[in-house]
């Protein structure tokens, strides 16, 4: 029986257990950026979501929008992309309702090269009485010092309308100075 280097076997393992420690840092930087992405969204900070969740040359896809036309937009890059932002940010900075996202599943190539993301989303808006759901589906890359996405669909597969003398506010719209993370200024 021939003998094996019991240091090349070290380096070996080690080498495997780097690797999956940089897909695994890989997949939580992701998810930070989807959840960034769901904070300024959600809090009204359109210039924060766009420079930080989008490359430069990013394509935002959006489906079925607004829900049941069946319309689908197209926007590329920085400039394009942040008037649907700023549109669906303009009583903000304010919460005023919340994308509620389930079921994230992040796929992260073996290079680290890039990660696809896929999540199951569902919005409410008591200011116009919108509940709507559908996916997120996205492939992030290494941008500078974070992972940003550079191609992002957004699928709205339902959505209802309550009629607004049945909604009935129970509170105030939380202002953004209240909800500011501090760790992202």
Same mark, same amino acid.
């Given at each position: ?6 240091? *090349?076997?070290?380096? !070996? ?20 950026? /989807?959840?960034?992405?769901? %904070? ?34 197209? /926007? ?37 090269? *890039?990660?696809?993301?896929?999540? %199951? /989303? ?12 559908? !996916? %997120? !589906? ?10 940003? /996405? ?36």
């Amino acid at each position: 029986m021939g003998s094996t280097d019991p240091s *090349s076997d070290l380096e !070996q393992r080690l080498a495997v257990a780097e690797a999956r420690l940089a897909r695994l840092e890989a997949k939580e930087a992701v998810l930070a950026t /989807f959840n960034e992405y769901l %904070y300024f969204l959600d809090v009204g900070y359109p210039d924060e979501l766009v420079s930080a969740v989008f490359t430069a040359d990013a394509t935002l896809e959006v489906l079925n929008f607004p829900p049941g036309t069946m319309a689908d937009l197209t /926007f590329v890059g920085h400039d394009a992309i942040k008037p649907l932002y700023v549109a669906h940010t303009v009583t903000a900075p304010a919460i005023q309702g919340g994308h509620h996202a389930s079921n994230i599943a992040i796929e992260v190539a073996p290079d680290c090269s *890039s990660a696809r993301l896929s999540a %199951y /989303f569902m919005t409410s808006t008591a200011a116009i009485g919108i509940l709507q759901g559908g !996916q %997120y !589906q996205g492939e992030a890359v290494p941008d500078g010092d974070r992972w940003r /996405f550079r191609h992002y669909r957004i699928l709205s597969g339902w959505g209802w309308k309550v009629a607004k003398d049945v909604i009935r506010p129970v509170t105030d719209a939380m202002p953004a100075e209240r909800a500011r993370d501090a760790r992202i200024e």
